[in-house]
């Protein structure tokens, strides 16, 4: 698949965008964000989207109707994200919960669910007439938070897309509060998961800490540093992991990562390892696999993350290994860096990584090629979120990337099926083509996998 989509466009008919607000009053008040909220690498906006079938026993109902009105209902308890962002003290972060309301597009296009492809995956066609970016509404502060646009399909399907303000969620966050409306528009009279705001959860603490942490993304700076990859140069191609491929994984592992390696676990140590042999940098590179870990779930004896937080909960362990030795040594190496890796993470790493952000702040990270990032969509269950239709054909990142300015440096975990119906997780990357086709080999070897 190539990189950029070369689909035909089809035409989409918008309405205005217009703000829907909370159907009852909210409190007038200043929340401020949280440390890990406020990073400069979440001062951006992030795109889910969801394509939904027709549904004859809706019996007719508009899906722009239902949505809206259930995200109105659903502001009335998650009325910060009906406010505005405003920096006060400095560079700090905070919600004036004003009530001003979320931006809303109506449109209908006139294709039916199958041009998007079969199956549904990222990269979409026109993905821009999809979640219009309605002027002036894309910027960080002052600007609503999120942006809805449901697309009616000439089949009787739609398509719902949501563009958030990532400094006020995370994937898991922004998916409870579309889990909150979903539920509203289905009927419920309450909600089965109450917002939790708490941010001072994930502060930094006031006097001065020794960092706990091993910063790894700074041992960079002591390899050699590849030269940027030519984006004009990548193709784009996405790799399925079904059964078949878990098992040829573990059947090479040690027998105790036959049993501990969860998919994630399989799948990331693969991806890591075999992707820098198709890379083929100098030995003594410094590959780093940055993992998102959701710290939701992970507790110390005293604390822990409360059921109904949506703020920014996740953290960015790093595995780490010369070229020389993930290539050379076994794949049980890779795996046991990954696990190694995410296991560190409990609320004692949360908020010693809150003191390293303080402590780096304004610092710029510096990017290479031997980063690689994984985020694992599944987690969050985008394709769950029922409105009344059944749940979505496909639901999650609306990009096949999550850094489309480096779209070599970060990919995602998707849940999807494969041609035959099997379910399983399919991984979009980005490599130059000599790297992409060596690659595709070890996929090959992988199925061919015979245990000795």
């Known amino acids: 698949m190539a ?22 009053p909210t409190p007038r008040e200043l929340k401020r964000l949280s440390i890990f ?15 939904y079938r027709r549904n004859n026993s809706m019996g007719g109902k508009d899906p722009v109707r239902v949505i809206r009105e259930a995200l109105a209902k659903a502001l009335v308890l998650y009325y910060p994200f009906a406010g505005r962002l405003r920096e006060h003290d400095g560079c700090k972060l905070a919600v004036d919960c004003t009530g001003e309301g979320v931006l809303f597009v109506e449109a209908d296009a006139d294709v039916c669910l199958e041009y998007f492809g079969d199956p549904l995956l990222p990269p979409f066609p026109c993905i821009e007439e999809l979640i219009f970016d309605v002027p002036g509404s894309s910027a960080i502060l002052n600007a609503p938070l999120l942006l ?14 949501v563009r958030a303000n990532h400094t006020m969620a995370d994937a898991q966050g922004v998916m409870q509060f579309l889990g909150a409306v979903a539920e509203l528009a289905r009927g419920a009279q309450a909600l089965s998961v109450l917002p939790v705001w708490k941010r001072e959860l994930l502060e930094g603490r006031n006097q001065q800490q020794p960092v706990m942490l091993h910063d790894k993304l700074t041992e960079a700076k002591a390899s050699s540093i590849m030269l940027p990859l030519d984006n004009a140069a990548l193709r784009l191609r996405s790799f399925f992991f079904g059964p078949r491929e878990i098992a040829a994984i573990r059947a090479q592992l040690t027998p105790h990562l036959q049993k501990r390696a969860t998919k994630f676990d399989s799948i990331a140590g693969w991806i890591w390892k075999f992707r820098t042999v198709a890379l083929a940098p100098e030995p003594n590179e410094v590959m780093m696999l940055v ?11 005293t604390a822990g993350i409360p059921i109904g937080y949506y703020g920014n909960a996740f953290a960015l362990p790093v595995a780490m290994s010369t070229a020389r030795e993930l290539c050379t040594k076994s794949l049980s190496y ?34 290479t090629t031997g980063m690689y990032s994984l985020s694992d969509a599944t987690r969050a269950r985008f394709e769950h979120l029922d409105f009344g239709w059944g749940k979505s054909v496909y639901g999650g990142p609306a990009e096949a990337v999550g850094n489309p300015s480096n779209p070599w440096l970060t990919s995602f975990l998707l849940a999807t099926k494969n041609a035959n119906g099997e379910d399983g997780i399919i991984v979009p990357m980005c490599l130059p083509g000599p790297a992409m086709d060596r690659l595709v080999g070890e996929m090959s070897k992988l199925l061919a996998y015979q245990p000795m």
Do not use: W
């Open 334 to 367: 890779a795996i046991e860096l990954v696990k190694k890796a995410k296991n560190q993470v409990d609320m004692e790493y949360m908020r010693s990584t809150a003191d390293l952000i303080v402590l780096r702040r304004g610092q710029c990270t510096r990017i």
């Open 37 to 51: 909220d406020e990073q400069d690498s979440l001062r951006v906006q992030i795109s889910n989207i969801h394509f």
């Open 148 to 161: 809805f646009q449901v697309t009616r399909l000439a089949c009787g399907g739609f398509i719902l897309a």
């Open 291 to 301: 993992v998102a870990v959701n710290a939701r779930g992970r507790t110390t004896a």
């Open 3 to 24: 990189f950029s989509s070369a689909a035909p466009k089809f035409t989409v008919r918008r309405r205005p965008a217009v703000l829907v607000v909370p159907v009852a």
